[in-house]
């Protein structure tokens, strides 16, 4: 069994790559890898929202999609209360919205990695 070393943010769009197979998903998995996993509240909730909108799009895939979101509770990601009033800010600062400034606030509080595929909310790390 691998022993987790670090805690790492994920947000939705890495969340959704792995659970939906998207084509990224073996990069967020190498980067998740023996990382324990924390997210705000408003995660699971992104991921269902993924969900629906692909069922909507794809729904000859209903069955497929409803069972790889299934998976999503198998990854364990803990959840961090987010202080609002700074995320608020956050947001204001960077131009993200306040969901995607809820991971960048959680990585910059405890000064954790975010794993991303959100090319805006990766601009925002490293500014």
Not at 3 to 26: I, M, N, R, W, Y
Not at 94 to 122: H, N, P
Request: aromatic fraction near 8%; charge should be negative; proline fraction near 4%.
């Amino acid at each position: 069994m691998a022993t987790v070393t670090t805690v790492k943010v994920v947000d939705a769009s890495a969340a959704c790559a792995l659970v939906f197979g998207e084509p990224a998903a073996s990069d967020v998995a190498a980067a998740l890898a023996d990382a324990r996993l924390v997210g705000p509240q408003l995660l699971p909730f992104e991921v269902a929202n993924t969900c629906w909108k692909k069922i909507r799009k794809h729904p000859d895939k209903r069955s497929e999609l409803i069972r790889a979101h299934d998976l999503f509770q198998r990854l364990d990601i803990g959840s961090v209360a987010i202080d609002f009033p700074q995320t608020v800010i956050l947001a204001e600062e960077t131009g993200l919205t306040a969901y995607d400034a809820a991971y960048l606030w959680i990585a910059r509080r405890f000064e954790i990695e975010l794993v991303t595929l959100d090319s805006r909310l990766q601009a925002a790390l490293v500014s």
